[in-house]
Structure formats: C-alpha cells, structure tokens
C-alpha cells in the first residue's frame, strides 16, 4: 500500500540554523507532495506544494525540494526561530483512494 | 482570512452513546473532508463528501460513521455507539479543489470516550 513517511520524529536545533526535514514515499509516485505545519491542539496548517516536475519551491524562509529518483522530499527552514517550533507534517495522494494521506511528521524545537 | 469553524471544541460522552461533530467548511469550497488523529499518531482520513455524497472512505470509517450535509453550511461526522477507541481529535477540512488541492482544517473536536 502507498506509505508517506517521516523517519525522524523529532529534531532539535539551535536558533538561526538550517533546519531539514525529510519526507520518503514507497509503493506509488505521487503527482505531488505537500507540507503541513501543526501545533499542539491544532489542526495542521498548508505550507507549501511541490509538483512532480517541479525540483525546488520556495516561500520565503521556507524551501522544498522533490527528488523523484530517491523517493524523497526535502523541507528546509532557514534562520529558524523559537516560533518555528511545531511538528511538520509531509502530505500526498493516497494512490488509489486519491486523498490526501499524513506521514506522522516530525516535531521540531528551536531553542534559543 | 476564512477559515473552518468545527463545535463542540471537546466532548465527553459515555460509551455507547451517539455523537455529531459540527462543522462550517469555507464558503466557496466544494470538497469537505473528516480527518482524526490519535493522541500521538498520525492524521488518518477518514472521508471525503462532494456534490452531497460520499466519495471514498477508508477502512476506519465503517457503519459506526455517517456524514451529512443537512444545509447550505453544516458538515457533520455522527459516531453511533462510540466506543473507547473512538477517542480522538477530529478534524473537519475542506478545500475548493479536489484532494490534491491544498486542505484547510478546522481546530477540531477532542473526542472522549469513557
């Protein structure tokens, strides 16, 4: 069955890093892929989409990239603040039933 | 900005009990979706509603789950017979596309069972 997955489950680093964050999918090649931010107690709030044959996307300190030969998507937060702290959830199609299915994300602290 | 409005914020019923989970998609969206996430695990679809019907399920939403449009703004998710196990936070999305179109999602329902 298609699975999106999101190794790490948390990561820690101090403020003013790169933070990255990976997200992998086996058994399907998704059109694209999505990145969710959700805090505690919240629903999960869309970030960005990356298409298939786009490589990179960018909106402001944020950046994603989608390596369709590693199976792999890249979510990158540049100069990272405390205010970035959250768990970041990578989304796609779910194959057959066609609806957007979760990794079960990863938790992010940025410590000052 | 719009957003997804979903009530009640929590609930507590007892097992055994029927629930309706409220929620008032976006004006102008089409697709309306129930998500839940278990306290630690991952956000689970649960179903998808478009032009006043169902459009896919999952496994976990069985007869126990029924969805419902009852007017022009209203999405409900009803559990009947709630069971332990249905606790969870529910959430309710809606979007102008089709899946692949980004979700905006309510703040959801914290659903206890006891």
């Known amino acids: 069955s298609q699975k999106i997955e999101q190794n790490s489950e948390a990561l820690n680093i101090q403020e003013g890093k790169t933070a990255t964050l990976t997200c992998n999918y086996t058994?399907?090649?998704?059109?694209?892929l999505q990145w969710y931010r959700q805090d505690p107690g919240r629903g999960p709030v869309f970030l960005l989409l990356?298409?298939?044959?786009?490589k990179e996307k960018r909106k402001e300190r944020l950046k994603v990239t989608f390596d369709t030969t590693l199976k792999q998507s890249l979510f990158h937060i540049t100069a990272s603040q405390p205010a970035d702290s959250a768990t970041y959830l990578c989304?796609?199609?779910?194959?057959?039933?066609?609806?957007?299915?979760f990794g079960k994300g990863t938790k992010l602290s940025v410590k000052p | 900005e719009p957003e997804v409005t979903q009530t009640p914020s929590h609930q507590v019923t007892q097992m055994g009990q029927e629930v309706i989970l409220r929620c008032v998609p976006i004006?102008?969206?089409?697709?309306f979706y129930w998500y839940r996430q278990i306290l630690g695990q991952k956000v689970e679809f649960l179903v998808s509603?478009?032009?006043?019907?169902?459009?896919?399920k999952s496994e976990i939403f069985d007869d126990q789950f029924s969805v419902e449009r009852p007017d022009g703004s209203n999405f409900t998710l009803k559990i009947r017979s709630t069971k332990l196990e249905d606790s969870a936070m529910y959430f309710c999305?809606?979007?102008?596309?089709?899946?692949?179109?980004?979700?905006?999602f309510g703040s959801g329902t914290q659903l206890s069972v006891l």
């Open positions: 990356i298409r298939e044959n786009e």
């Open positions: 989304a796609s199609y779910g194959g057959s039933q066609g609806n957007l299915i």
């Open positions: 004006s102008n969206h089409l697709y």
């Open positions: 058994n399907y090649s998704p059109a694209y």
């Open positions: 509603f478009y032009n006043n019907e169902i459009s896919e």
């Open positions: 999305a809606s979007s102008e596309g089709p899946g692949w179109e980004k979700l905006f």
